[in-house]
């Protein structure tokens, strides 16, 4: 399974401890976030279109997405569905650091066809990603109005962050003589 959720759990558990959250809820938390990021991994595709030398290649690189752009998301979503509270900075700032540290364990994986060799541009293109974490926190019993808060501003954030993001990739493989573009789709694995 990519994104495996015992691994992503401890990153954002170790990420929302340093940001002060010492309950004991906080591992059901993250557990919960983390099982949801597993979700929407497997549900999530993607494109990439590239340029290069023609023939058929192999488009990877880790999933690095920046924290500063999770953290103004996941602010300005935490305000959009009233997670606000003395603490929500802080669960934001634990989250963003948490999220960038455990999506690089991701890969970006596709095959192009059309370009043995060259360069590309990978998007992540996903179902709603509120559907992941919802499906998430219920499987941890979280199902109250604060659940569903959380899982809503998690699933904008993602929506928003992915929809914006493009990732410049190397696509890598046999090339013939000719130029060629092309289009290829994968996973993130």
Known sequence: MPLAP????????????????????????AGATALGV????????????????AGT????????VPQPLLLVN???????FGVTGFFSPLTALGLANGL????VQGIIFATVVGV????GVAKVVSPPAYLAFQEAYASFGMVGPG?????LALGAT?????????????????AGPAPGVGTGTGKII
Do not use: R
């Open 6 to 29: 015992p691994a992503i759990a401890l990153t954002l558990g170790t990420n929302l401890l340093a940001t002060g959250h010492l309950g004991l809820a906080m591992p059901k938390f």
């Open 38 to 53: 597993s979700l929407w991994a497997t549900k999530a595709t993607v494109s990439v279109t590239g340029a290069g030398a």
């Open 57 to 64: 290649g192999i488009a990877t690189l880790p999933l690095l």
């Open 74 to 80: 996941l602010q300005t979503s935490f305000l959009t």
């Open 100 to 103: 960038s540290l455990s999506l």
């Open 116 to 119: 043995g060799s060259g360069a």
């Open 147 to 151: 659940a569903i808060k959380m899982a």
């Open 158 to 174: 993602f929506d928003k962050t992915f929809a914006a993001f493009s990732i410049p990739i190397p696509i890598v493989g046999p």
